[in-house]
Structure formats: structure tokens, C-alpha cells
């Protein structure tokens, strides 16, 4: 797979795949800019190159029309500040005025295009559309990692018709990253699993069993596994259809010789509220009706004992309901066992990034992953359409 800079792009229009899906108030303001600033190096080398630079992105979910609320502008305003000269908001992203608009570029010039999730042709990798995004271009760069998971237009589709293709730094940064900490880890590697949901990432989880030598798993989804295991766990949210898949995992694991790791204690609540009655129970007391919505302070230990050895650690998913004080602990203690690992350390997902800035540790992990999508499919050893479709 080639990369932007194995590619000739002085004087060329480069359409650059980006995620500019930031979080923004009701005001407009931007709220979070990680997604714009992780891009910025691969702008700043096109602009270097005095290529003509073409950014597309979507925005939240507008269902295939307009809707002014998901408009791009405020970012091409942010991105223009940040950049210090003028950022065109296209008026679409495809069509007459928008080839217009890129028509009348000069080399160094900065052309933002309008939501392609304007057009329902973008999800549904409709051919006319790509080909259309790609007249726009002479080279297409892909750098969007949190979205190259998605067979869309705009990731996969665009690249059938643009003969030079590439990666941006980002989308080969994180590929590294995951290489380094999966394909080729320094040992022992531990995986850390969280979350609501065993159906999302059961997947990771097998496939994950012949890399990892060590997993913690945590949030609501330990629930089903203690299911699994005969454990009575209340009213705690579990998918009992998949016990099975949940026991037949730990059998797997204990025959490779993964150490697999379970909360021994919960926080046990009455509610799922931030003033509900709550109570550190082990996991053979969870009172009936009641809920575990964090692990306990003994299973803190636990984990936090087998991170002391880890050479590596990919952590996806919260051990809790973090966004809940009363239920932020567990989380909280990880991030900071992690933070203080001598480990090659890699978070992946909205909820595990969130978690680590929450509690102050983002600039003390080696990597937080952009894309929670991509990386849990190259957890399940799948690979990206997105980056297949450069290699093509």
C-alpha cells in the first residue's frame, strides 16, 4: 500500500478522505477537535507539496438530505484558523457548482466539500457517486481510519476510479500502531474488554485468544460471562442467548492457555441512576434486583496486578457506567494503571478514549485509536475495505 508520500502530488487536486465527525454544541462550537488535529499533518505535507487539497467528510446522520444541522461549516471555519488562510465550504459535495468550485483552485488552496452523508448514494457505495467524487480528483488519500471499516463511496467506491490512491500519515500511523501491538507485540500482551455488549465484540474476543496472553474483561458485558459460569447477577444487563458462546470462550481460552480474568466484586446498584443505593458486593452476592454497573475495588487490584507485568495492552470498552460517579471507579483505576504501565499502551473506541481523557491520562497512553469500528474489526483479524481498496 502505497502512502501520500510516495506519491507525486505538486500541482494536483487531492481528494483526502478525512473524519471530521467532531462534537459540537448547540451553538456550532466545536467541542472536542481530536479528530481535525490528527489529520492536520497530512494537510499541512499536501499544502507543503502545493497540491490543491479537497476534503470530504460526513457529519453526523442526516438520512440522506440536507439537513443544516449537520453542515461542515463550522469546521471548514475551525480548520481555517487552524491553518491561517481561507478553508471554501463547497456547496455540495458533487454537481455542477461544486466542480465549479474546485475548478478554480490554485496550488495550495483548501477546498472543503459539503456532508456526503447528503446523499444516501454515499452508504450505499453507489458507483455514479464515487465516480463522481472522484472526477473531482487526480489522487485520492485515505485518512480516516474510524471509518475505513465502511464500505462507502467515499472509502472504498472513489478509489476504483482514481489510479493514484494512497494512505495519509494517520491511517498508516494507526495500522502501525495495531501491527505493533497485535500482529508483533513485546510480551506478555494484555487485552483489556469492556463495554455493554458481548455481541459486539465476541468476534475480537475469539479471535483475540490466539494472540493475547492475558484478558481482563469488565463492564456490562462480564455479566454474561458470569452467567455463563453459574453466577447469579441480578438484574444485571445480560444476553442470554449467547451463554453458550460466553462458556464455550473461557473452555477455549483455559485449552491455549489464556488467562482469562472476570470481576470477583461489583458496584451493585439499585437503579441505573447516578443517585441510585448502591453497595460493593462480591460477584456470588448480587442481591436480586439489583444491577453490577462497575467492578469492584478487589477486581481492581486484580487487574491492575496483571497490567503490572504487561509488555503490552490494548484496552476497548469501560470496566463501568464511568459517565456516573458512583460508577466511574473501576474505570478511573485502569486508566491510571494503564497511564503507569511501562507497557506499550493502544485504547480503542469513543468510550475507552473518553475514559482515558476523563480522568487525565490521554497524554500518558503510547496511542488512542481514532476508530472504535475499525479497530474492533482488526481485533476480529479482518481486513479494512478501506485499506483494501488502496491496495487495489
Same mark, same amino acid.
Given at each position: 500500500?502505497?502512502?501520500?508520500?510516495?506519491?507525486?502530488?505538486?500541482?494536483?487536486?487531492?481528494?483526502?478522505?478525512?473524519?471530521?465527525?467532531?462534537?459540537?454544541d448547540e451553538a456550532g462550537n466545536?467541542?472536542?477537535?481530536?479528530?481535525?488535529?490528527?489529520?492536520?499533518?497530512?494537510?499541512?505535507?499536501?499544502?507543503?507539496?502545493?497540491?490543491?487539497?479537497?476534503?470530504?467528510?460526513?457529519?453526523?446522520?442526516?438520512?440522506?438530505?440536507?439537513?443544516?444541522?449537520?453542515?461542515?461549516?463550522?469546521?471548514?471555519?475551525?480548520?481555517?484558523?487552524?491553518?491561517?488562510?481561507?478553508?471554501?465550504?463547497?456547496?455540495?459535495?458533487?454537481?455542477?457548482?461544486?466542480?465549479?468550485?474546485?475548478?478554480?483552485?490554485?496550488?495550495?488552496?483548501?477546498?472543503?466539500?459539503? =456532508?456526503?452523508?447528503?446523499?444516501?448514494? #454515499?452508504? %450505499?457505495?453507489? !458507483? &455514479?457517486?464515487? /465516480?463522481? @467524487?472522484?472526477?473531482?480528483?487526480?489522487?485520492?488519500?485515505?485518512?480516516?481510519?474510524?471509518?475505513?471499516?465502511?464500505?462507502?463511496?467515499?472509502?472504498?467506491?472513489?478509489?476504483?476510479?482514481?489510479?493514484?490512491?494512497?494512505?495519509?500519515?494517520?491511517?498508516?500511523?494507526?495500522?502501525?500502531?495495531?501491527?505493533?501491538?497485535?500482529?508483533?507485540?513485546?510480551?506478555?500482551?494484555?487485552?483489556?474488554?469492556?463495554?455493554?455488549?458481548?455481541?459486539?465484540?465476541?468476534?475480537?474476543?475469539?479471535?483475540?485468544?490466539?494472540?493475547?496472553?492475558?484478558?481482563?474483561?469488565?463492564?456490562?458485558?462480564?455479566?454474561?460471562?458470569?452467567?455463563?459460569?453459574?453466577? =447469579?447477577?441480578?438484574?444485571?444487563?445480560? #444476553?442470554? %442467548?449467547?451463554? !453458550? &458462546?460466553?462458556? /464455550?470462550? @473461557?473452555?477455549?481460552?483455559?485449552?491455549?492457555?489464556?488467562?482469562?480474568?472476570?470481576?470477583?466484586?461489583?458496584?451493585?446498584?439499585?437503579?441505573?441512576?447516578?443517585?441510585?443505593?448502591?453497595?460493593?458486593?462480591?460477584?456470588?452476592?448480587?442481591?436480586?434486583?439489583?444491577?453490577?454497573?462497575?467492578?469492584?475495588?478487589?477486581?481492581?487490584?486484580?487487574?491492575?496486578?496483571?497490567?503490572?507485568?504487561?509488555?503490552?495492552?490494548?484496552?476497548?470498552?469501560?470496566?463501568?457506567?464511568?459517565?456516573?460517579?458512583?460508577?466511574?471507579?473501576?474505570?478511573?483505576?485502569?486508566?491510571?494503571?494503564?497511564?503507569?504501565?511501562?507497557?506499550?499502551?493502544?485504547?480503542?473506541?469513543?468510550?475507552?478514549?473518553?475514559?482515558?481523557?476523563?480522568?487525565?491520562?490521554?497524554?500518558?497512553?503510547?496511542?488512542?485509536?481514532?476508530?472504535?469500528?475499525?479497530f474492533l474489526m482488526l481485533m476480529?483479524?479482518?481486513?479494512?475495505?478501506?485499506?483494501?481498496?488502496?491496495?487495489?
Amino acid at each position: 500500500m502505497k502512502t501520500i508520500r510516495d506519491l507525486d502530488i505538486g500541482g494536483k487536486r487531492v481528494l483526502i478522505r478525512v473524519d471530521f465527525n467532531v462534537p459540537m454544541d448547540e451553538a456550532g462550537n466545536i467541542t472536542d477537535d481530536l479528530r481535525i488535529q490528527t489529520v492536520m499533518p497530512t494537510i499541512r505535507y499536501a499544502l507543503e507539496e502545493k497540491a490543491r487539497v479537497i476534503l470530504c467528510s460526513h457529519m453526523g446522520r442526516p438520512g440522506g438530505k440536507r439537513v443544516e444541522q449537520f453542515s461542515l461549516a463550522p469546521v471548514a471555519r475551525y480548520l481555517g484558523e487552524l491553518l491561517g488562510q481561507t478553508v471554501q465550504l463547497a456547496p455540495d459535495c458533487i454537481g455542477a457548482a461544486t466542480e465549479s468550485v474546485v475548478a478554480a483552485m490554485r496550488d495550495g488552496d483548501v477546498v472543503l466539500l459539503e =456532508n456526503l452523508r447528503y446523499h444516501a448514494d #454515499e452508504q %450505499d457505495n453507489a !458507483p &455514479e457517486f464515487s /465516480r463522481q @467524487l472522484a472526477s473531482l480528483a487526480d489522487v485520492y488519500i485515505n485518512n480516516a481510519f474510524a471509518v475505513s471499516h465502511r464500505a462507502h463511496a467515499s472509502v472504498v467506491g472513489v478509489a476504483r476510479y482514481v489510479a493514484e490512491k494512497g494512505a495519509g500519515f494517520l491511517l498508516q500511523k494507526e495500522l502501525d500502531y495495531f501491527h505493533r501491538s497485535v500482529d508483533n507485540p513485546m510480551r506478555p500482551l494484555v487485552a483489556i474488554v469492556g463495554g455493554a455488549k458481548v455481541s459486539s465484540k465476541l468476534g475480537a474476543l475469539v479471535n483475540m485468544l490466539d494472540k493475547v496472553d492475558a484478558l481482563l474483561i469488565g463492564g456490562a458485558m462480564a455479566n454474561t460471562f458470569l452467567k455463563s459460569q453459574g453466577y =447469579n447477577v441480578g438484574a444485571s444487563k445480560v #444476553e442470554d %442467548d449467547l451463554l !453458550p &458462546e460466553a462458556d /464455550r470462550l @473461557l473452555t477455549d481460552a483455559r485449552a491455549k492457555g489464556v488467562r482469562v480474568y472476570l470481576p470477583v466484586d461489583v458496584i451493585a446498584a439499585n437503579n441505573f441512576a447516578a443517585d441510585a443505593v448502591t453497595k460493593q458486593v462480591t460477584i456470588q452476592d448480587i442481591p436480586d434486583g439489583w444491577m453490577a454497573l462497575d467492578i469492584g475495588p478487589a477486581s481492581v487490584i486484580c487487574f491492575q496486578e496483571v497490567l503490572t507485568d504487561a509488555r503490552t495492552i490494548i484496552w476497548n470498552g469501560p470496566m463501568g457506567a464511568f459517565e456516573m460517579d458512583s460508577f466511574a471507579r473501576g474505570t478511573m483505576a485502569l486508566a491510571h494503571a494503564v497511564a503507569d504501565s511501562h507497557a506499550l499502551s493502544i485504547t480503542g473506541g469513543g468510550d475507552s478514549n473518553a475514559a482515558v481523557k476523563k480522568f487525565g491520562e490521554d497524554e500518558n497512553i503510547s496511542y488512542m485509536s481514532t476508530g472504535g469500528g475499525a479497530f474492533l474489526m482488526l481485533m476480529e483479524g479482518k481486513e479494512l475495505p478501506g485499506v483494501v481498496a488502496l491496495e487495489g
